[in-house]
């Protein structure tokens, strides 16, 4: 598609992620106006070829009237300032899930929405997922109450900073949020009950000893949603380096099995026989991104994923930490945001051996190698 010169798009981080989005941006016919990140090498590795800027912060162009929108692709803990930049310059926002690592960031985002009036939204590219729909139209079928479960399992991930409590929060928040935010679409409503066991088997493995704060990268987690739904989670970032990801789901209720190679393959087993769906490969990112580009300039009804969302996702990730560290059952409802004096304050740090709150400022290395970030700078942010 053409580029639309009169929609101009910035997109703050250059890593995998911001790169997808920029190209993203591009394919739906926005104009690419900047691409940013500290390295200015790697701003301009991806911003050249779109005919667009290579900065190292996106200062100058926020204020620029030939810029509409924002995707925001930084590690987590940059979402909420960078986001609040944005909103507060008048753009509208597509910021990378999760939506932040503490309730305090994220309701500041979301107020920053309601007083710009701007577009708001968090990139659960799930949502424009093959897999996703054919999952959603399936379930309908089975019946309740659903007795769910998922295993999502990998070897230590490469980009380190992903095991930084304080930078990205671990597979608990920046994953598992998917899988959170499937289930309530899938059984109608939020968890009123989480209980979680976690880990860090990532401990004593020499891939993450520059990590100071690291992040529970292992966990058994139960799910209690109304009427009766139960959802079981197994999820580890903390095996042998190398192990590539793979991530199963099984729904059971009184009409039928649902067994889910995500996101490749999706099985049905009832009363008339068994099912098989295969994906046909569509790119999701690329499909939110457009999707989006048409919530923005055709008034399309909204199907992009919305603060409230985040929050909710969000909720229950913490909910599942704040079990971990009590060893007591949680309801995520109850928790409320608290006082930060960093941007992730009040992330609980738990390893195997110690379950002691996060209070001390960030790792102070790029999760690439990349120079540190630092707040009013961005680097890349890591594949979802």
């Known amino acids: 598609m053409a580029a639309n010169q009169d929609f101009g798009v910035v997109v703050i981080g250059a890593g ?3 790169v997808r989005h920029a ?39 926020l204020g620029r009237d030939d810029v509409h929108a924002v ?9 909420a300032p960078y986001t609040v930049q944005a909103l507060e310059a008048g753009k509208h926002v597509l910021c990378e899930k999760p939506v932040s690592l503490t309730l305090d ?14 577009t708001l939204r968090i990139g659960f590219m799930r949502h424009f997922d093959p897999a996703y729909r054919q999952l959603v139209a399936m379930h309908g079928g089975i019946g309740g109450p659903v007795l769910a479960q998922a295993t999502i399992a990998a070897g230590v991930r490469p980009k380190l900073l992903m095991h930084d409590a304080r930078v990205n929060g671990g597979p608990i928040i920046d994953m598992c ?5 499937l289930w309530s ?11 979680a066991r976690g880990y860090t088997f990532s401990d004593g493995k020499a891939e993450v000893a520059t990590i100071e704060h690291k992040a529970l990268d292992s966990a058994q987690i139960t ?54 769906w295969q994906t046909d490969g569509a790119d999701p990112w690329h499909a939110q991104i457009a999707y989006f580009y048409r919530e923005l300039t055709e008034d399309a009804p909204q199907r992009v994923a919305t603060i409230d969302d985040g929050i909710a996702a969000l909720r229950t990730s913490l909910a599942v930490l704040e079990s971990v560290r009590t060893q007591q059952p949680i309801d995520p409802a109850t928790l409320q945001p608290r006082a930060t004096t960093s941007p992730s304050a009040d992330v609980p740090v738990i390893s195997t051996t110690t379950t002691t709150p996060a209070s001390t400022p960030a790792s102070t290395a790029g999760h690439d190698g990349s120079a540190a970030p630092t707040p009013g700078s961005t680097t890349s942010k890591p594949d979802a």
């Open 185 to 195: 679409t899938l059984f109608g409503a939020q968890p009123t009950v989480v209980s």
């Open 223 to 276: 799910l209690e949603y109304p009427g009766g739904t139960l959802g079981q989670v197994q999820v580890s970032w903390g095996l042998p380096a190398g192990i590539i990801p793979t991530e199963s789901h099984t729904y059971m209720a009184p009409n039928g099995l649902i067994s889910v190679d995500w996101s490749e393959r999706l099985t049905l087993h009832d009363a008339s026989g068994e099912t098989t």
């Open 105 to 118: 960031d994220a309701e500041t985002m979301q107020r920053a929405a309601q007083t710009s009036g701007k």
């Open 177 to 181: 949020c998917h899988l959170f935010n």
């Open 23 to 61: 190209r993203g941006w591009q394919m739906a016919g926005a104009k690419v106006v900047a691409v940013c990140d500290p390295d200015e090498a790697r701003a301009l590795a991806a911003a050249l070829p779109l005919g667009a800027l290579g900065l190292r912060i996106p200062d100058d162009v």
């Open 71 to 79: 995707s925001v692709c930084t590690p987590t803990v940059y979402h």
């Open 16 to 18: 995998d992620m911001g």
